[in-house]
T-cell receptor
């Protein structure tokens, strides 16, 4: 009974391709996030959505586009993939109102661009 | 933005030893979380602790918000405790933008 799930777990693709990563949470949270973990294990927030509204948009190339069809899903689409996009991408979720703000993370998607 | 520093960066222990990991932050925080990233890459929630002290089995954590630090204690360490321990905080007007430290890599040898 996974709380935050991501697909795929591994993604290997060539430079220039377009790919998507999907995230779903069944915790009833109203806010979802994308984080990027680089090769040195440093974690940094990319985006956050609250009830389908974009509330955090860090300095990320516009080749990255998040989409939230509903508050339980947050997808990440990446256009024209570059070698530097290779990383582990984590989805997370939390409450924004009505609860603690504790964030729960998915298992991660390891993206390798060749 | 807020700076989060964790120490030590690396720690090697023998099974059964105790350890203390430290997280210093440069500004007042709204929230603070400790995570364990296991060798398979999963980020596991350990504590949500913006202030005070909590305990969960062999692990406990203390946050002294007024002095801008948090400590994670691991007692009677086991090999399964190996991995990277992250401290992450939110600050300012945001309760949801987590800023992570660089982590402490813990290796527990049998």
């Amino acid at each position: 009974d996974t709380a935050v799930s991501q697909t795929p777990k591994y993604l290997v693709t060539q430079m220039g391709n377009d790919k998507s990563i999907k995230c779903e949470q069944n915790l009833g949270h109203d806010t979802m996030y994308w984080y990027k973990q680089d090769s040195k294990k440093f974690l940094k927030i990319m985006f956050s959505y609250n009830n389908k509204e974009l509330i955090i948009n860090e300095t990320v190339p516009n080749r990255f586009s998040p989409k939230s069809p509903d508050k339980a899903h947050l997808n990440l689409h990446i256009n024209s993939l570059e070698l530097g996009d290779s990383a582990v991408y984590f989805c997370a979720s939390s409450y924004r109102t009505g609860g603690t703000y504790e964030q729960y993370f998915g298992p991660g998607t390891r993206l390798t661009v060749t | 933005g807020i700076q989060v520093e964790q120490s030590p960066p690396d720690l090697i222990l023998q099974e059964g030893a105790n350890s203390t990991l430290r997280c210093n932050f440069s500004d007042s925080v709204n929230n603070l979380q400790w995570f364990h990233q296991n060798p398979w890459g999963q980020l596991i929630n350990l504590f949500y602790i913006p202030s005070g002290t909590k305990q969960n089995g062999r692990l406990s954590a203390t946050t002294v918000a007024t002095e801008r630090y948090s400590l994670l204690y691991i007692s009677s360490s086991q090999t399964t405790d190996s991995g990277v321990y992250f401290c992450a905080v939110t600050s300012g007007g945001s309760n949801y933008k987590l800023t992570f430290g660089k982590g402490t890599l813990l290796t527990v040898n049998p």
